[in-house]
């Protein structure tokens, strides 16, 4: 959810740079319309690429809305002639894609996407055509009449506008904040909020797309998929950038094979989730990572082994402390005397074993990684639950 904050907020202020400095670039706007073609070939070609194809639909729409207002579509005139239906439609079309899944479009998921914009073409003319109809009937209820004008267009759009916005919440992904952003646009320019030349647009529109593309690959190839928490790649690579001073802990999940058999692999996968996001709220700056397994790796960059002991201490308790509820399936025919529904939940929690070592001047990071390995074997030893040096 962060990272989509992020992209709308610089997203807007780019928009409001551009509107703020239009007669800086407006000069060039012959060059800019030139560029924007450039700019949707390498999107749908970078979107298709790494995988994301909702993207690429999205600029594949818009390509052939600009090149309508070039008068380079022979049919462009006939089929983009009705305003309502085609704001209505590319709207609903944004909307739609959020909620679908990122396929390979050339493949037959590619064929349902095409099938998908067919029956959103559809709905959209067929609602303009009945409407009307709608319009009469609920002419009789008098508390409706003052609001039936925006029956046509406006809850159609607030509509597809509260889809986007709860698929970003639910999906945290940055693609679904590009069709919003894009969405915005759309709509904004149609009622007159946004009052620029399409060419400029549409170019802010593409490169939100690719930047989108290359951090949202970033994000992929370096972040764990169920943690969330940055991957061992990750690690491997602030490796290269540490200095000569810092302290690297490894962390485990006690007798987590043994939690895994009780209580199965989806429980387990929470386990995982939740040790994640408290070794993510460390202190100090340091920057927690999944190595490998129920295994976890944080890095103290600047600190010594006496700095980093109290916030790795801080972590273990937190973990500690914390109650796994872990529901048990229940019969439909099992209820209480009261009529409600039994429940039979349990709490557990999990402890976890540290090791940490510091860096010395004759050790590389692997041979440091390796000490705090051994040190977490002891810390196992020792009882579990508990930080050895």
């Not at 298709?48 to 049919?75: D, E, H, K, T, V």
């Not at 009705?82 to 050339?106: E, N």
Request: aromatic share 12%.
């Amino acid at each position: 959810m962060k990272n989509s904050l992020i992209s709308l907020f610089a997203f807007f202020i780019s928009l409001a740079l551009i509107k703020e400095f239009q007669q800086l670039w407006m000069a060039k706007i012959s060059l800019i319309e030139q560029v924007l073609y450039g700019l949707f070939f390498v999107i749908i070609l970078l979107a298709s690429y790494f995988n994301r194809s909702r993207l690429a639909l999205s600029a594949g729409i818009f390509l052939l809305f600009y090149l309508n207002l070039s008068n380079m579509l022979p049919w462009g005139q006939s089929l983009f002639h009705d305003g309502k239906w085609l704001t209505l439609t590319v709207a609903a079309f944004l909307a739609s894609l959020s909620v679908v899944k990122d396929r390979a479009l050339l493949s037959i998921h590619g064929l349902y996407r095409l099938a998908l914009l067919i029956i959103v073409v559809s709905a959209c003319w067929y609602w303009l055509q009945v409407q009307t109809n709608i319009l009469t009937v609920l002419t009789q209820y008098l508390w409706l009449k003052p609001w039936l004008k925006y029956l046509t267009l406006e809850l159609p759009l607030l509509l597809s506008g509260i889809v986007l916005i709860f698929q970003i919440v639910r999906e945290r992904s940055l693609v679904v904040t590009a069709l919003l952003s894009s969405f915005v646009l759309w709509v904004g320019h149609y009622y007159q909020f946004i009052i620029l030349p399409w060419s400029s647009l549409l170019t802010l529109m593409m490169l939100h797309y690719i930047c989108v593309v290359l951090v949202d690959s970033y994000l992929f190839a370096y972040r764990d998929e169920l943690t969330t928490i940055p991957s061992r790649r990750a690690l491997n690579q602030l490796a290269l950038s540490l200095g000569r001073k810092y302290t690297v802990a490894m962390l485990d999940i006690d007798h987590f094979k043994k939690f895994n058999d009780t209580y199965g692999h989806d429980i387990g996968d929470q386990v995982l989730k939740l040790v994640a996001s408290k070794l993510a709220q460390v202190k100090g700056g340091g920057k927690a990572f999944r190595y490998g397994g129920e295994e976890f790796t944080i890095v103290f960059s600047g600190k010594t082994p006496e700095q980093a002991l109290p916030l790795l201490e801080a972590v273990r308790q937190a973990v500690q402390d914390y109650e796994i509820v872990i529901r048990q399936p229940q019969r439909k025919t099992k209820k209480s005397r009261t009529g409600k529904k039994s429940t039979n939940v349990k709490t557990v929690s999990v402890t976890i074993s540290i090791g940490f070592a510091a860096r010395t001047s004759k050790l590389g990071f692997e041979q440091t990684l390796k000490l705090a390995d051994q040190a977490l074997y002891r810390a196992k030893k020792a009882g579990r639950n508990c930080v050895s040096e």
